[in-house]
């Protein structure tokens, strides 16, 4: 099976920067996602890592270990609109005919709370 | 601006009731997911299609939910009889793998299911 772990809940203030990890424990390893999901809508697309190393976009940026089955999603330059859900997915490849990679097992979201 | 869109948006009904979902993913993605979210497990993965072949729906209480693709701009979700704990908001995502791993995955807006 596979285990995800990310904390339950973090506090920041506006302007600041803060870092969300996420261990994760799975076999096959294809990739690790990031998504946002504000109260009431959709997950929303942040960032894929499969390889080592940090990928940068903007504002947000998204560092993975595959050797420590580590990845953390920082986030600079607070926004009071950065208030949100964020989810750590992990993908496998898939067990299936024609490969590919399977879909994704979540975490449970690291509830995010700006401060003014 | 490619999105992946679903209906109906909300539904109430009652137990027992066969209740049907529809989504239609973006065009050239070749595999489409159903996840379902509560606040008690989150995001979980219901089953999945790759070119509009099923690949898994161990994720799913097959004596009830059925997922279905009968073409590519159309998957399908029936729950027959619908049960209170299938209350849940039900997302669907297409996505696009190439070379045994992501290029990219798009949620929906979701379904918000109740059943009384």
């Known amino acids: 099976g596979q285990n995800i772990d990310q904390p339950t809940e973090m506090t920041a203030t506006e302007g600041a920067i803060v870092q969300i990890n996420c261990t994760y424990q799975?076999?096959?390893?294809?990739?690790l996602f990031w998504y946002q999901q504000h109260a009431g809508e959709a997950p929303t697309f942040l960032s894929y890592?499969?390889?080592?190393g940090l990928e940068e976009k903007g504002r947000f940026s998204s560092f993975l270990s595959r050797s420590k089955g580590y990845s953390y999603l920082l986030l600079k330059e607070l926004q009071m609109k950065d208030s949100a859900s964020y989810l750590c997915?992990?993908?496998?490849?898939?067990?299936?005919?024609?490969?590919?990679?399977?879909?994704?097992?979540f975490g449970k979201g690291t509830h995010l709370i700006i401060q003014p | 601006d490619a999105r992946v869109t679903q209906t109906p948006r909300h539904k109430v009904t009652e137990m027992g009731q066969e209740v049907t979902m529809r989504c239609q993913p973006i065009?050239?993605?070749?595999?489409v997911f159903w996840y379902r979210q509560t606040m008690m497990q989150g995001l979980e993965l219901l089953a999945y299609?790759?070119?509009?072949?099923?690949?898994?729906d161990s994720g799913m209480p097959k004596d009830r939910f059925s997922a279905e693709m009968p073409d590519a701009t159309l998957a399908t979700l029936k729950i027959q009889p619908s049960e209170p704990r299938d209350s849940a908001v039900y997302f669907c995502?297409?996505?696009?793998?190439?070379?045994?791993?992501?290029?990219?995955?798009?949620f929906g807006p979701g379904t918000r299911l109740t059943v009384l």
């Open positions: 299609f790759r070119n509009r072949a099923p690949l898994d």
């Open positions: 890592n499969v390889l080592d």
């Open positions: 799975t076999s096959g390893f294809n990739g």
């Open positions: 065009l050239g993605h070749n595999t």
């Open positions: 995502a297409s996505g696009l793998v190439r070379g045994g791993g992501w290029v990219e995955q798009f």
């Open positions: 997915a992990v993908s496998r490849a898939s067990a299936y005919s024609g490969g590919g990679a399977d879909g994704l097992t």
